[in-house]
């Protein structure tokens, strides 16, 4: 059965940094398009920031576009997202996702993708 499991969550002061790792397994994942995605609370889940099969199609949302970088390491099943500059309007739990097999595109609609990851809490101070 595909899973995605998120790791590298934690707490960080205004300005700082995280990594987040999503490890896929299950499945064939080096094809698809991966996504983040984060809902904070009270708030409903928004797009983060997307990436094609290849690593060669990025794309992000405003609010991270020059401070978050995704990649992706397919010989590890793995897709990254290192958050730099972190804000506290940061804060969220930050899920990964992948579109079904056969679609290797980006995608910044959640609705393209059938796998999701259990989350994992950032949480940035001021």
């Known amino acids: 059965q595909a899973q995605l499991v998120e790791s590298g969550g934690g707490s960080v002061q205004a300005g700082g940094s995280l990594r987040l790792s999503c490890a896929a397994s299950g499945g064939t994942f080096s094809s698809r398009g991966m996504g983040w995605f984060r809902q904070a609370p009270g708030k409903q889940r928004e797009f983060v920031a997307t990436?094609?099969?290849?690593?060669?199609?990025?794309y992000y949302s405003d609010s991270v576009k020059g401070r978050f970088t995704i990649s992706r390491d397919n010989s590890k099943n793995t897709v990254y997202l290192q958050m730099d500059s972190l804000k506290p309007e940061d804060t969220a739990i930050y899920y990964c996702?992948?579109?079904?097999?056969?679609?290797?595109?980006?995608?910044?609609?959640?609705?393209?993708?059938?796998?999701w990851g259990q989350g994992t809490q950032v949480t940035v101070s001021s």
């Open positions: 996702a992948a579109r079904n097999a056969g679609w290797s595109t980006a995608s910044t609609v959640s609705v393209d993708y059938n796998t």
């Open positions: 990436i094609n099969w290849s690593g060669e199609q990025i």
